[in-house]
């Protein structure tokens, strides 16, 4: 079967062997296995840290966890009841539908609202629908957010993004075009260094040292390379990007890290994530990435 529905997650198959899984608890997708251009044996493209939680007791460390309404710490008022990140990658979602099931791909529908743990940290209503689909060198996942409040209410306002684990060589891989784009440092040990952009002057860009930049006003489409593979990344409506790998430096100090974690992973966030959307009563926001197998 294309679509398996299992009691805490949803495993997608395509017919060309490709696989992809989501929890439902934060619709996070743990897994993502595709060949290459020039093999036909698939192969995981995402880390996972071998001591991630996967029963729902925590946000996983790995995949590609859903980052909603709030980036980072809560700064915005409306959010200051909020865990780091929000809430997303924090809640079961339910699944939907099959959307897509066919010899181009299969997709699925995992959707959220508010519940009475949501609601006790933010008041806006919402709904959530998170669409993934799998292609036989791609995966796509898509975020729809509709502000379900009245006409006469203030829009809301969130950050939204994806922080995908890549599975690469920390010490090769290389990410690029980020040269000449504004970012901010967030390993700069004092808050005026991290509030003082930067420009990138880098060709392409590598997480040789603890990295945790956010890139302001990104082109849309990274390519994420290494010496025997590499992965494209093309968004609509995510205007940021997050370059982050802690290296030793700052891993060892995360306690579901497994030991070296961080030598095989590189995350890419697309994203929006320097100021806020701001999403009329009524109305619905999309943001979307394709990851794509390049070699």
Request: hydrophobic content about 40%; some cysteine.
């Amino acid at each position: 079967m294309p679509v398996e529905i299992r009691t805490d997650r949803v495993v997608l198959k395509h017919p060309k062997g490709p696989s992809a899984e989501i929890l439902l608890y934060g619709a996070t997708v743990i897994s993502w296995k595709s060949a290459s251009h020039t093999s036909n044996e698939p192969v995981e493209r995402l880390f996972v840290s071998a001591k991630a939680a996967l029963d729902g007791s925590k946000p996983v460390r790995g995949g590609i966890p859903v980052v909603f309404p709030c980036f980072g710490a809560p700064t915005h008022p409306d959010h200051s009841k909020l865990p780091q990140h929000g809430f997303a990658r924090n809640n079961v979602w339910t699944y939907a539908a099959t959307v897509l099931d066919n010899e181009a791909g299969v997709s699925v529908r995992l959707t959220l609202e508010p519940n009475a743990t949501i609601q006790e940290q933010y008041a806006h209503p919402f709904h959530l629908a998170y669409v993934v689909t799998l292609a036989e060198h791609e995966l796509s996942t898509d975020l729809h957010v509709k502000n379900n409040a009245l006409s006469t209410t203030p829009p809301i306002e969130f950050q939204a993004l994806f922080h995908n684990y890549i599975r690469a060589p920390s010490s090769d891989v290389r990410v690029s075009p980020l040269l000449g784009l504004s970012y901010y440092d967030k390993t700069e040990a004092t808050e005026e260094a991290r509030a003082t952009p930067k420009k990138e002057v880098r060709q392409a860009v590598d997480v040789l040292r603890f990295t945790d930049s956010v890139y302001e006003d990104a082109p849309g489409r990274y390519d994420i390379l290494w010496g025997s593979g590499g992965i494209e990344i093309v968004t609509k409506n995510l205007k940021d990007v997050v370059v982050w790998n802690p290296q030793a430096e700052a891993g060892a100090k995360i306690g579901d890290m497994e030991e070296g974690g961080w030598e095989k992973y590189i995350c890419v966030e697309p994203g929006h994530v320097r100021g806020y959307v701001k999403l009329e009563a009524g109305q619905t926001w999309i943001g979307q990435q394709v990851l794509k197998v390049k070699v």
